[in-house]
Nanobody, 121 residues
Framework: QVQLVESGGGLVQPGGSLRLSCAASGSILSINAMRWYRQVSGKERELVASITGGGNTNYADSVKGRFTISRDNAKKTVYLQMNSLKPEDTAVYYC???????????????WGQGTQVTVSS
């Protein structure tokens, strides 16, 4: 079974930086778009950043200029570099990806388990 596992979350002070990683594992033929979402309890899940298989990126207005999404296809890993962090960035961050397991299977959307990011003094 395909799994997405996030890592790198934690506690950081306002203005600090953090880098999240999400590694895909299992039987995988190809990974198309990869994305980072975040969610605060009681709020809707928000798309933070996305990256296509070709490396094109998009960002939510709230993180433009501060966050950078990247990927390493050989490692089947997507990263989110977060700089100039603000308290309002505090959330559970989720990895999301479109994955094709074999030539005979459909493209399927997968979610990671989430990693907590807390920005506080």
């Amino acid at each position: 079974q395909v799994q997405l596992v996030e890592s790198g979350g934690g506690l950081v002070q306002p203005g600090g930086s953090l880098r999240l990683s999400c590694a895909a594992s299992g039987s995988i033929l190809s990974i198309n778009a990869m994305r980072w979402y975040r969610q605060v309890s009681g709020k809707e899940r928000e798309l933070v950043a996305s990256i296509t298989g070709g490396g094109n990126t998009n960002y939510a207005d709230s993180v433009k200029g501060r966050f950078t999404i990247s990927r390493d296809n050989a490692k089947k890993t997507v990263y989110l570099q977060m700089n100039s962090l603000k308290p309002e960035d505090t959330a559970v961050y989720y990895c999301n990806a479109d994955i094709k397991r074999t030539m005979l299977t459909q493209w399927t959307n997968y979610w990671g388990q989430g990693t907590q990011v807390t920005v506080s003094s």
